[in-house]
């Protein structure tokens, strides 16, 4: 079975500040990440997503997020944060055996951006 | 193109009644399901589909209904709603070729069961 655990429900950073948002894995099978974005009241929106392609995954808004199967890890990172960055992320994960609609969500992290 | 779109966006129910949450599609995916979403606890998935004809069970099935007659199309039933049943609803769908695994989300339903 698969599972997702993000660390930490709540993260708060300066804007211009480097953002951490962490994610862990656990797969039987060689995983699909991905890292979507939901601001209030609104739907999901895909940022970015790893398929066994290249290890660092670049995505919108100027997120990145970096696969590292030692630490079964898939953090997702920014520079410099903007007020605009401030929602909720969740980490999913996905195996690769075709039911592409099946997703494990972690239980997401609220970003706040201060001035 | 409309994508995956998802009616109604808001619903009031008394316990015990009962409605459909309805999804479309118009990308001609395969690969359709729904999820429920309630605070701390992400998204969940409810039950799934990997074409017309075809529906499974996810992680949370119980009180909810699903059947899939075409492959624009998946509504989910509430057969008779629970106040646990409150929750923000959406819907998703993905294909298997080009690009197999970018899943569209709906714009979810807000469901309140008083």
């Known amino acids: 079975a698969q599972s997702v655990t993000q660390l930490g429900s709540h993260v708060s950073v300066s804007e211009g500040a480097l953002v951490l948002l962490r994610c862990n894995y656990s797969s039987s099978v060689p995983p699909y990440l991905f890292w979507y974005v939901q601001y209030p009241n609104q739907g999901l929106q895909l940022l970015l997503k790893y398929t066994s392609a290249a290890t660092l995954v670049k995505g919108i808004n100027g997120f990145e997020a970096e696969f590292k199967k030692s630490e079964t890890s898939f953090h997702l990172t920014k520079p410099s944060a903007h007020m605009s960055d401030a929602a909720e992320y969740f980490c999913?994960?996905?195996?690769?055996?075709?039911?592409?609609?099946?997703?494990?969500f972690g239980t997401g992290t609220r970003l706040q951006v201060t001035l | 193109n409309a994508g995956v779109t998802q009616t109604p966006k808001f619903q009031v129910l008394k316990t015990g009644q009962s409605m459909t949450l309805q999804c479309a599609q118009d990308m001609n995916h395969e690969y359709m399901s729904w999820y429920r979403q309630d605070p701390g606890m992400g998204l969940r998935l409810i039950h799934y589909s990997v074409g017309a004809g075809i529906t499974d069970q996810g992680e949370v099935p119980n009180g909810y209904n699903v059947s899939r007659s075409t492959t624009e199309d998946f509504p989910l039933r509430l057969l008779s709603a629970a106040p646990s049943q409150t929750s923000v609803y959406f819907c998703?769908?993905?294909?298997?070729?080009?690009?197999?695994?970018?899943?569209?989300f709906g714009e979810g339903s807000w469901l309140t069961v008083v």
């Open positions: 999913a994960v996905s195996d690769l055996t075709g039911t592409a609609s099946k997703l494990t």
């Open positions: 998703a769908s993905s294909y298997t070729g080009g690009d197999p695994d970018t899943i569209y």
